[in-house]
């Protein structure tokens, strides 16, 4: 394999930190809701499904999500780990793709997202059984309301909403290029490192 670029490496190796800058770009382009990603999971029955959540923390080896652990996307890592992301920044030409294995986080870090919801968000964790059927949502909006107008204090963190912690296996950063020659770099974890190939577009 030939020895890649050093300035296709923006002389790093560290794709999560690179990612992390990407994020903090896209905030500061102004663009809505930079830290959104497609989250994909696998059902018992081989089908993907897949949703749209927000990352609430980059750590130095991880991603860090919050979830209800009644919901769908819960119970399919609980069956099945593996998983795959997608950010996506049209405007400023960059995707990123992250293939890991995903793990409930530990109590307490659920517990202090939870504390940094707004109170809306913590008091919505409570009134809805997010994916559940229901006959009408009145009921849940009135009950939201209710909550809202009377609750004195945050509600403490509900035992069924957790953490979810995604290590990464490989992330691909995609550049967009006016000739059509994007650049894509593949980091492939190699032990505690990374190894990275340059793809064709």
Same mark, same amino acid.
């Given at each position: 394999? +030939? =020895? *890649?670029? =050093?300035? *296709? #490496?923006? @002389?790093?190796c560290e794709p999560l930190v690179e990612l992390g800058e990407? *994020? %903090? %770009?896209?905030r500061a382009a102004g663009l809505p809701q930079p830290g959104s990603v497609a989250f994909v999971t696998v059902g018992t029955d081989g089908r993907p499904s897949a949703r749209t959540v927000t990352l609430k923390r980059l750590e130095d080896d991880a991603l860090v999500f919050t979830s209800a652990l009644w919901t769908r996307k819960a119970r399919e890592i609980e069956a099945n780990p593996h998983?795959? #992301? $997608?950010?996506?920044? =049209? @405007? #400023?030409g960059r995707q990123a793709h992250v293939a890991g294995e995903a793990a409930l986080a530990e109590r307490a870090l659920a517990e202090e997202l939870f504390d940094q919801r707004d109170l809306l968000h913590q008091l919505q964790s409570v009134v809805s059984r997010?994916?559940?059927p229901i006959d009408d949502l009145d009921p849940l909006r009135n009950r939201l309301a209710h909550l809202a107008e009377v609750q004195e204090t945050a509600p403490a963190c509900p035992q069924d909403w957790? +953490? $979810?912690?995604v290590r990464p296996e490989a992330i691909e950063l995609w550049s967009e290029s006016t000739d059509r020659i994007h650049e894509r770099r593949l980091f492939e974890r190699d032990g505690d490192s990374w190894a990275v190939t340059l793809l064709s577009p």
């Open positions: 394999m +030939a =020895p *890649i670029d =050093p300035q *296709i #490496l923006h @002389s790093t990407w *994020i %903090e %770009e896209a998983v795959a #992301l $997608l950010f996506h920044w =049209p @405007s #400023l997010q994916g559940e957790g +953490a $979810l912690r």
